[in-house]
Nanobody, 120 residues
Framework: QVQLVESGGGLVQPGGSLRISCATS????????MSWVRQAPGKGLEWVSS????????FYTDSVKGRFTISRDNAKDTLYLQMNNLKPEDTALYYC?????????????WGQGTQVTVSS
């Protein structure tokens, strides 16, 4: 079955950087769009970024453009999100998701997410 396992989150000061990862299995990763979605405390799911199968097209929500970079390694079935110049408003639980959409509902196959906390 489809499995998504996020990792790499943590506590970072404003202006700092983190790279989070999503290890996948149970589907043909190399042929699917992939996305990152986040949920801040007390708020709904927010689409962050998406990437096509061949990494030639990437998409970002306005609030992270120029700061975040999505990438993937199809040989390792792994998705990444490099986050630079982090801000307190980036604090959230980050999920990876299969496909491309700008609106999301949590799917049963999603992982537990990885917590990113930006605070001094």
């Amino acid at each position: 079955q489809v499995q998504l396992v996020e990792s790499g989150g943590g506590l970072v000061q404003p202006g700092g950087s983190l790279r989070i990862s999503c290890a996948t299995s149970g589907f043909t990763f190399s042929t699917d769009y992939m996305s990152w979605v986040r949920q801040a405390p007390g708020k709904g799911l927010e689409w962050v970024s998406s990437i096509n199968s061949g990494s030639s097209r990437t998409f970002y929500t306005d609030s992270v453009k120029g700061r975040f970079t999505i990438s993937r390694d199809n040989a390792k079935d792994t998705l990444y999100l490099q986050m630079n110049n982090l801000k307190p408003e980036d604090t959230a639980l980050y999920y990876c998701a299969r496909g491309y959409s700008r609106t999301w509902s949590r799917a049963s196959y999603w992982g537990q997410g990885t917590q990113v906390t930006v605070s001094s």
